[in-house]
């Protein structure tokens, strides 16, 4: 797999991760065009880490990244310290998502990009955690991908559905705070 600046990165054998798609990725860097660079990113879901990793090329200054799976985790780590700079800070949290959520309370990141298994029962708790522990900055957004078989209409307190985009078999749904 390929990111920004034509960096190549580790992925891992198998269907167990399921990496967004280059124009998915490339979609959401456009819509926040120009306003990665020294901002706060959190990848839930981090599968490969490719977000963040793309994240930490246009210039974030800290990424953390949120996946259960150990294997995939190791495979983070190697993506990111391949592509971050020494000012650039990052972090990858093993463990269930929802539960971890709330050892980041306190802190709050400009973009969150949260991509679950589309058949998962994950959205609702993780959402709900995000709005309680107040992760999105006062001016940031939350992208979440589902199938769009699935409409994401999850009301929220705090947060309100701002955008709605279809790339082909995957769609993403934008929030901010309200």
């Not at 901002?39 to 210039?59: I, K, N, P, V």
């Not at 589902?146 to 307190?157: M, Q, W």
Request: with cysteine; aromatic share 10%.
């Amino acid at each position: 797999m390929r990111i920004y600046g034509n960096r190549q990165l580790k992925t891992l054998p198998g269907q167990d991760t399921r990496p967004t798609l280059a124009r998915v990725r490339e979609a959401v860097f456009n819509i926040w065009q120009g306003t990665i660079a020294d901002c706060r990113w959190l990848d839930l879901c981090a599968g490969t880490g490719s977000m963040g990793a793309e994240a930490l090329c246009r210039g974030a200054s800290l990424v953390v990244g949120i996946e259960k799976w150990a294997k995939a985790c190791a495979v983070i780590q190697q993506n990111w310290e391949q592509v971050a700079q020494p000012e650039q800070e990052f972090q990858v949290i093993q463990g269930n998502v929802v539960g971890r959520l709330k050892t980041l309370a306190g802190q709050s990141f400009d973009y969150i990009y949260f991509d679950p298994p589309y058949a998962s029962d994950l959205y609702q708790p993780v959402l709900k955690a995000i709005a309680q522990y107040q992760l999105l900055d006062a001016e940031g957004e939350l992208a979440v991908e589902h199938s769009p078989n699935n409409r994401l209409e999850i009301p929220l307190p705090n947060l309100e559905i701002c955008q709605q985009k279809v790339y082909g078999n995957t769609a993403l749904t934008f929030y901010r705070r309200c």
